[in-house]
C-alpha cells in the first residue's frame, strides 16, 4: 500500500498489507486470518474492526474454549498479546 494515504468510508482488507503514516476515518476494517498487517504511525478514527473467514473461527474457538472451562487458558493468551515486547 502507499504512504499517507487517507481512507474514509470504505472497507479496507488487511490480510497481508503494509499501511504507514495513513489515517483511517469511519472505515471497516476487516482481517480474515492471512499474514498479519503492519501498522507504522497509523491513525484510527471510529473505525470498526471485522474478523472474517480464519480470524473469525479462531474467535470462536477461543469463546468454545471459554465456555467449556478453559478460562484461564483464554486469559493467559489475551495477557500475552497485551504483554508490550
Known amino acids: ?18 499501511f504507514t503514516s495513513c489515517e483511517f476515518r469511519d472505515c471497516r476494517m476487516v482481517y480474515a486470518g492471512g499474514e498479519p ?4 504511525h497509523c491513525k484510527f478514527v471510529d473505525c470498526d ?9 479462531t474467535l470462536a474457538y477461543l469463546k468454545v474454549l471459554w ?12 495477557k500475552d498479546i497485551t504483554v508490550a515486547r
Open 1 to 18: 500500500m502507499p504512504d499517507g494515504v487517507s481512507y474514509s468510508h470504505e472497507t479496507v482488507a488487511l490480510d497481508g498489507e503494509t
Open 37 to 40: 498487517p503492519v501498522f507504522d
Open 49 to 57: 474492526w471485522k474478523q472474517d473467514e480464519a480470524a473469525a473461527r
Open 67 to 78: 465456555n467449556a472451562g478453559a478460562k484461564p487458558n483464554v486469559q493467559a493468551l489475551i
